[in-house]
């Protein structure tokens, strides 16, 4: 595994094979995809730390989606990567609709875990919120923050029979930096709609019965919007919450394995 390091936004690159570039959410990082490694053995995977995020934490200036897809598209260019598949998780999933509008030719397939367009009207006041009791209580305030979506975003299943998901998901929120964190609230409350419309790749949804960010009647009018998609399939996971990958893991590898052999050649 190679680690670059790119006006400080790190990304991991591994294997050899088709590219699959995958984009984590809102307090994720690359390690929100080491449960799908086993899908995709066979392919170069590319794993990125967005700004502000895990081991990108220090990079400078404001945070968006457009500089977040600026960014993935910059770094395609310096890695050698011209097209690739996008597996993009809750925030990473917006990321992934806008970078397959502002460049379709890099865009092979989507896999979306987690996914919505944005974040509802009603969750943008309480996202700003958030941002500002990271930005202002630090430490303190990212503890809070942990627990309480510890709480929201898991499956009473998963929280129930899954210490080690329950875990990594306190441990990756715990470990964001408040301010970069507060800035990463503050992108995901001002992203609007990418014109999905106008996308060609075939895209898989997968999202959780329990999923309370991207309830499956959300997902299932997100992909009635997909008009110019190849294909498209939406996944429903029982007894899953919102950190799909984390919670299923064997069933969001299997949806991706089957997804990625059926498009290898698109």
Known sequence: MALHIVD???????????????????????????????????????RIDLPGSGRSQRAEGGLSIARFVETLISLCTRLGVQRAHWVGHSMGTIVCQHLAVAAPKLVRSRALFGPLMTPPEAA????????EKARSEGLAG??????????????????QRLPLAVAFVRESLMR?????????????AAAQ???VDAIRAPVLL?????????????????ADKLHGAASKRVAVL???????????????QRELREFLAANKRG
Do not use: K
Not at 213 to 220: E, I, L, W
């Open 8 to 46: 400080r936004v790190a990304v991991e690159d591994e294997g050899e094979g088709d590219a699959v570039f995958c984009v984590h959410g809102l307090g994720g990082s690359s390690n929100t995809f080491t449960p799908l490694m086993p899908a995709l053995a066979r392919q170069r995977v590319l």
């Open 124 to 131: 943008r006041p309480a996202l700003r919120a958030r941002a």
């Open 142 to 159: 990212m503890h809070d923050i942990s627990t309480a979506l510890v709480g929201a975003s898991l499956s009473a299943d998963s929280r």
């Open 176 to 188: 964001q930096d408040g301010e970069a964190y507060a800035r990463n609230c503050e992108a995901l």
């Open 193 to 195: 709609p990418a014109a």
């Open 206 to 222: 997968v999202t959780g019965d329990e999923d309370g960010v991207a309830p499956p009647q959300a997902v299932r009018a997100f």
């Open 238 to 252: 029982p007894r899953c919450g919102h950190w799909t990958p984390i919670e299923r893991p064997e069933d969001c």
